[in-house]
C-alpha cells in the first residue's frame, strides 16, 4: 500500500506554545488511521494541518503527493473534512446546507444533487431533506456533517472526533458507514477520545501526548505490548495492600499498578494467575481481556491533562 498523506517532524507553534512538536508518521491509502491522545494534546491542531486551514510553523507534510504549503486549494478539493463542531448553517434547510457546500468545489449541480441524493441515503436523513438545521436532534446534524463530508467524492476522509455526542444506536451506524466506505477504497484518518471506536474502526494508530507521538501501531499490538493478555482487577482494603504487593512482586511476567483503591495488574505471559494464587478473596478480583483504554491510560497515565 502506498503511502497518502505522510508528515515528517511537523511542528505547530502558537506563540511559545508548541502544540505539535515534531511528529512524524505516514497514512497509507485505504486504510483508517487514528489519532488518540488526551485533550489538548495536539490532534485538532494536527488535523487542522492536514486539511490546510492552519499553517504548518516546520517539518514536511504532503496530502496525497501535494505538499500543503503549495497546494492548499488542490489538497481541500480532494479531502473530505468532518470538523469537530456542525458548523451547517442553521437557516438553511439540509439540502441546501449540502447545495452550498457543493458549490465549493465549483462541482456541476446535477453531480451535486446527486452525490446530495447518496449522502442523505447513505446516513439516513433523506426524510429530512427539506426540514432546517435547527429542526434536527443533535444526532442527526452530526450524520448530516459527516454526510456533507462526502460531496466532493474524496479519497481521504478527515473526521475529528466523528461520534462524539451521538447515542449508541446512532454511534454503531456511523461505525458501520465509515466501515463501509473504507471497504470502498476511501482512506480515513480520524481523531476519538472512544477506545471502543478506534479498536473498532483504526487499522493502525498512533497515540499522541504533549504533541509528541509516543506509541504507533496496529490497536490488537499496542494491546499486545502494553497491557499483556490479561488485566486482574483487584479492590483491596489497607491491610491486604502489602502483603498482596508482596506476592506480586514475586511473581514474573506481570506489571502492576496501583490507583486509590484499585490494584491493577497486567499479566504478559503465561496463562494468568488465579485469585487462590494471590490469596484473595474471588469477590474482590475482576478478570478482563485488556482494551485499548488500558493502553491508553498506562500511556497518557490517570491524571487529567488540561
Ligand atoms: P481535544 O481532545 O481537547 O480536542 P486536541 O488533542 O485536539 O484536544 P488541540 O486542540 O490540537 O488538542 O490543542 C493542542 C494545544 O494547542 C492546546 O494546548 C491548545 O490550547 C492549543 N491551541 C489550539 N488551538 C490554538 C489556537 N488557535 N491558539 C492558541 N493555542 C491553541
Keep these: 500500500m502506498s503511502d497518502i498523506i505522510c508528515a515528517r517532524d511537523l511542528v505547530k507553534r502558537y506563540g511559545a506554545l508548541t502544540a505539535v512538536d515534531g511528529i512524524s508518521f505516514s497514512v497509507r491509502a485505504g ?136 447515542d449508541p444506536q446512532a454511534r454503531h451506524m456511523v461505525w458501520q458507514k465509515l466501515r463501509q466506505l473504507r471497504s470502498q477504497g476511501v482512506t480515513m484518518l480520524l481523531t476519538t477520545h472512544y477506545m471502543e471506536e478506534a479498536a473498532h474502526l483504526c487499522d493502525r494508530l498512533v497515540i499522541i501526548f504533549q504533541g509528541k507521538i509516543i506509541a504507533e501501531e496496529t490497536p490488537a499490538a499496542l494491546i499486545d505490548r502494553f497491557a499483556g493478555r490479561e488485566v486482574v482487577e483487584v479492590h483491596v482494603g489497607e491491610a491486604e495492600r502489602r502483603p498482596l504487593m508482596e506476592r506480586l512482586d514475586a511473581m514474573d511476567g506481570v506489571t502492576v499498578e496501583e490507583v486509590e483503591d484499585i490494584i491493577y495488574v497486567y499479566v504478559r505471559a503465561g496463562d494468568g494467575i488465579d ?26 497515565g490517570r491524571g487529567l491533562q488540561e
Excluded: W
Design 31 to 166: 486504510e483508517c488511521f487514528g489519532f488518540l491522545g488526551p485533550n489538548g494534546a495536539g490532534k485538532t491542531t494536527t488535523i487542522r494541518m492536514i486539511t490546510c486551514v492552519s499553517p504548518v510553523t516546520g517539518g514536511e507534510l504532503t496530502v496525497d503527493g501535494m505538499d500543503v504549503r503549495r497546494e492548499p486549494r488542490r489538497i481541500k478539493g480532494a479531502i473530505g473534512v468532518v470538523p469537530q463542531e456542525n458548523n451547517l448553517d442553521p437557516d438553511l434547510s439540509v439540502r441546501q446546507n449540502l447545495q452550498v457546500y457543493g458549490r465549493y468545489f465549483d462541482l456541476p449541480p446535477r453531480l451535486v444533487n446527486e452525490r446530495i441524493g447518496e449522502a442523505l441515503e447513505l446516513f439516513q436523513l433523506s426524510h429530512r431533506q427539506d426540514d432546517r438545521i435547527a429542526s434536527l436532534s443533535s444526532g442527526m446534524q452530526r450524520r448530516l456533517t459527516i454526510a456533507r463530508g462526502l460531496i466532493n467524492s474524496p479519497r481521504i476522509l478527515v473526521l475529528d472526533e466523528p461520534t462524539t455526542g451521538l
Design 275 to 300: 485469585a487462590a494464587a494471590l490469596k484473595l478473596e474471588a469477590s474482590k478480583v475482576v478478570y478482563r481481556r485488556p482494551n485499548l483504554e488500558d493502553v491508553f491510560l498506562r500511556l497518557t
